[in-house]
């Protein structure tokens, strides 16, 4: 064999084995490139399912929540009246009037006690993801208006998701005061609830606008456009509510409650690029809330009680551009720009905010009225 047929069978041997790997190489790259693409669909697919259950989970949470609360303001007003005795006469001076008010009210009596409760508690808050937009006429003399102030602004951010860290300082808190009455199954609270709303730094969500002329539009992180945007200090509200004690012993005492009253937020607010940030007590609106709870009394004059808060507070926070320093002057600062005529310098900002609370404390009954006989 010359020496040209030995080559050209080591080239034909050569081919053929440079096939034979080269097959089951392409076999393998093909597998893993269908593997990869279907891994990132099913990701894509499962991602979609999770944000489509996400949706459908605030969904149902959303009406069980509404459902409760219009349960609790109905079973506070009609309660009362369906456990009455349609029997029972006025309460006279004829020595009935304890069993008289006790079947009136469906309360034992030993529960009418006009008792003044104070109570602390902690717990845990979610708040609904929700729009908070931002708006802001133009600086009428540009020239001398500080960089961030000179165009309009008339933006919005959709869907912020807030959060409440409740058990990072400052913790969720709240402290109240408690009248019972002496006669019926009634009472009322004034109520402070310190919660926060902080949005995250890292979320990725849908800008629609302009703010300081610029257009915003588009999907972008949140940290992108503000170095801060949270009431940290926190989502505060001051509620005077209506209470009713249902049915129970005197070892277990379910109550309702409803009632409204004022939000007193610490506003942290700042925009990048801005030189100034809104960070100050404000008064935003006004506050709703409805809550279920059950109260257990653990001897002498203490209770525990666990309970659920429904609260809707709408937001119009004005852009003061300054630091505050506590709530009372805060709102007397803000009261006298009101009076004055002044504008916020950077404009309001408005958002809903709807939070559901799980709370549980410790109450100390400090003083009692006077017994019903």
């Not at 279907?38 to 489509?52: I, K, L």
């Not at 931002?134 to 208006?145: E, G, I, L, Q, S």
Request: aromatic share 10%.
């Amino acid at each position: 064999m010359d020496r040209s047929a030995t080559v050209a069978q080591v080239r034909l041997r050569a081919a053929w084995m440079a096939h034979s790997f080269a097959k089951p190489v392409n076999a393998a790259v093909g597998a893993a490139r269908r593997t990869f693409v279907t891994a990132v669909w099913r990701q894509g697919c499962e991602g979609h399912r999770a944000s489509e259950e996400r949706e459908a989970h605030r969904a149902v949470y959303d009406r069980l929540a509404a459902s409760f609360a219009m349960s609790a303001f109905a079973l506070s007003i009609v309660g009362p009246l369906i456990m009455a005795d349609p029997h029972d006469g006025p309460a006279g001076g004829d020595g009935n009037s304890v069993g008289n008010a006790e079947r009136s009210s469906g309360v034992p009596a030993a529960q009418h006690d006009g008792s003044w409760v104070i109570a602390g508690y902690t717990g845990s808050p979610y708040t609904h993801a929700s729009d908070i937009t931002f708006k802001r006429a133009a600086a009428a003399t540009p020239a001398t208006a500080d960089p961030d102030l000179t165009g309009a602004t008339d933006l919005t951010v959709e869907g912020v998701d807030w959060i409440g860290r409740p058990f990072k300082a400052p913790i969720y808190y709240g402290v109240r005061v408690q009248n019972w009455s002496s006669t019926s199954a009634f009472g009322g609270m004034l109520d402070f609830t310190h919660s926060k709303a902080i949005a995250p730094r890292d979320q990725v969500t849908q800008f629609r606008g302009q703010w300081n002329g610029r257009d915003l539009t588009g999907m972008r992180r949140i940290d992108d456009v503000f170095r801060k945007l949270e009431f940290s200090h926190g989502h505060n509200t001051l509620t005077l509510n209506g209470l009713v004690r249902l049915w129970g012993s005197g070892r277990v005492r379910p109550y309702l409650g409803v009632g409204g009253g004022v939000s007193l937020p610490h506003t942290e607010i700042h925009f990048k690029g801005a030189p100034k940030r809104t960070y100050e007590y404000q008064y935003t609106g006004p506050a709703f809330q409805a809550l279920g709870g059950i109260e257990l009394p653990v001897g002498g004059r203490l209770s525990l009680f666990i309970e659920y808060k429904l609260t809707v507070a709408p937001y119009a926070a004005p852009l003061h551009r300054r630091n505050g320093t506590i709530l009372a002057e805060d709102v007397w600062r803000q009261w006298l720009d009101w009076w004055r005529g002044v504008a916020p310098p950077g404009g309001w900002a408005t958002t809903r905010l709807v939070s559901h609370q799980i709370a549980g404390g410790l109450g100390v009954r400090i003083a009692k009225g006077s017994p019903t006989r």
